[in-house]
C-alpha cells in the first residue's frame, strides 16, 4: 500500500509564496513520475507540475515562472515552491506519483489566496 502526505498548504495573501511537500511512502517500486495538481471549487482537477525520472520538469502554463517543481529521489518526497500567488491559485493541491505499479494520489492541501 501507497501512502501520500502533503503538508504546506495554508491562507497567504495575494503575491505572498507558500512551499507545498509530499512524502510517499509504502510499497513504492521506482518511481517514474512526481507532480502536483489543483482543482478549483466547479472545476475540473488541473495539472500544475510535474517532474520525471530524469528530472525534466512540465508545468501549467499559468504558473509558469512562479512556481518551481522539485523531487528527492532518495527521500521519495516533491515539493512545489509557488511565489507570486494570485486569487486565482486558489484550490485544493494534490500530490500524485506514478510508479510502475501504478498511480497514487495524496488526500490533498487546501491553498487559499486573498487578494
Known amino acids: 500500500q501507497v501512502q501520500l502526505v502533503e503538508s504546506g498548504g495554508g491562507l497567504v495573501q495575494a503575491g505572498g509564496s507558500l512551499r507545498l511537500s509530499c512524502v510517499a511512502s509504502?510499497?513504492?517500486?521506482?518511481?517514474?513520475?512526481m507532480g502536483w495538481y489543483r482543482q478549483a471549487p466547479g472545476k475540473q482537477r488541473e495539472l500544475v507540475a510535474v517532474?520525471?525520472?530524469?528530472?525534466?520538469?512540465n508545468y501549467a502554463d499559468s504558473v509558469k515562472g512562479r512556481f518551481t517543481i522539485s523531487r528527492d529521489n532518495a527521500k521519495n518526497t516533491v515539493s512545489l515552491q509557488m511565489n507570486s500567488l494570485k486569487p486565482e491559485d486558489t484550490a485544493v493541491y494534490y500530490c500524485?506519483?506514478?510508479?510502475?505499479?501504478?498511480?497514487?494520489w495524496g488526500q490533498g492541501t487546501q491553498v487559499t489566496v486573498s487578494s
Open positions: 517532474t520525471s525520472s530524469s528530472d525534466s520538469t
Open positions: 509504502g510499497s513504492i517500486f521506482s518511481i517514474k513520475t
Open positions: 500524485y506519483i506514478q510508479t510502475w505499479a501504478g498511480s497514487y
